[in-house]
């Protein structure tokens, strides 16, 4: 089992649609957990940023984590089609730990 | 202000040449990491710097692969004999520490023929 799992999609919804997003995680230990985006032929850029349990908005994004699951999501609200592009979810354990562990990445388009 | 910058952004090889790709970080960012992509996958960690020192390189595959950061800043990776399966998107990141966010730059497209 991977340490980090996430539906790679494709996933294509219209223009305003709602969108969740979603990664399990095996490692008790990971502590903070990001969401990047990442468009074609670019490097990932940090959208998001949650240490504990619960949820963090955003503008049009809310993350939302779940320490007891192991279950971290992403919503964006209002989608437009700017916001087609991979979602990359991306996990450490903190402390002096460096590491970035990410999923696989969400494949999302948002058709005007 | 400027970003991560990467080069070359594309780079065609054959098999078993060596290659050496580049990464400017953002100006006094101290922490410097190596990252890999694969097609339809997420990045991978390869190698971290702080400073001129590589404190942790557990995540090259290889002894084909090195990389160096002699003076703090600009860091090389160097792949030798590369292989088909070295294929891949080089990401290069900085922070301003080790706990601080990551800021990746474009990439590096490696295609091994």
């Known amino acids: 089992q991977k340490e980090v799992e996430q539906d790679p999609g494709p996933l294509s919804v219209p223009e305003g649609a709602i969108v969740s997003l979603n990664c399990t995680y095996s490692?008790?230990?990971?502590?903070?957990f990001m969401w990047y985006r990442q468009y074609s032929r670019k490097g990932p850029e940090l959208l998001m940023y949650t240490y504990s349990s619960g949820n963090k908005e955003d503008g049009r994004f809310t993350a939302q984590v779940d320490k007891s699951s192991k279950y971290i999501s992403l919503f964006i609200r209002d989608s437009q089609p700017s916001d087609s592009a991979t979602y990359l979810c991306a996990i450490n354990s903190g402390g002096s730990n460096y590491k970035l562990t990410f999923g696989k990445g969400t494949l999302l388009t948002v058709n005007p | 202000g400027a970003g991560v910058s990467q080069t070359p952004s594309n780079k065609v090889t054959e098999k078993g040449k060596y290659v050496e790709l580049r990464c400017d970080p953002i100006s006094g960012h101290t922490a410097l990491y190596w990252y890999r992509q694969s097609l339809g996958q997420g990045p991978e960690f390869l190698i971290y710097?702080?400073?001129?020192?590589?404190?942790?390189d557990s995540g090259l595959p290889n002894d084909r692969f090195f990389a160096v950061r002699p003076e703090g800043s600009v860091s090389t990776l160097k792949i030798q004999r590369t292989e088909r399966g070295d294929s891949a998107v080089y990401l290069c990141a900085s922070s301003t520490g080790p706990q601080e966010t990551q800021y990746f730059g474009p990439g590096t497209r490696l295609l091994v023929l």
């Open positions: 710097f702080q400073g001129t020192g590589a404190a942790d």
């Open positions: 490692n008790s230990a990971f502590q903070y």
